[in-house]
């Protein structure tokens, strides 16, 4: 389950870029000011899962709490890390993300 959930997080980064770029008709605004509003919280995510505060957190394992920044994000029990392909990639993902968010 932990290679579905990597790969399952990466398609949905996809699939959130691709709607920043071309909207469906008629949510123009309601995707702007989702994204607007909420992208942070992606990108902390990003960020927790590569490693950036503590170790890598595996998809999954983080509490609204911890991606809002409202609480500190506990260090993962290493059976809990994200995988190291899953990391290459999420580099690389979260730069376009980070990009779209005018970050």
């Given at each position: ?7 399952a ?10 709607l ?20 942070h ?24 709490a911890?991606?809002?920044g ?5 260090p993962p029990?290493?059976?809990e890390?994200?995988s190291e ?19």
């Amino acid at each position: 389950s932990k290679l579905y959930n990597e790969s399952a997080f990466l398609l949905s980064c996809q699939t959130y870029l691709h709607l920043m770029r071309r909207p469906p008709a008629g949510f123009e605004s309601l995707i702007a000011h989702h994204f607007k509003h909420r992208g942070h919280a992606l990108l902390r995510a990003c960020d927790l899962y590569l490693g950036k505060e503590n170790a890598p957190r595996q998809v999954g394992t983080l509490t609204d709490a911890e991606v809002d920044g409202t609480v500190e994000a506990a260090p993962p029990k290493p059976d809990e890390f994200s995988s190291e392909g899953f990391r290459i990639l999420l580099r690389k993902m979260r730069t376009r993300l980070a990009k779209a968010f005018g970050e």
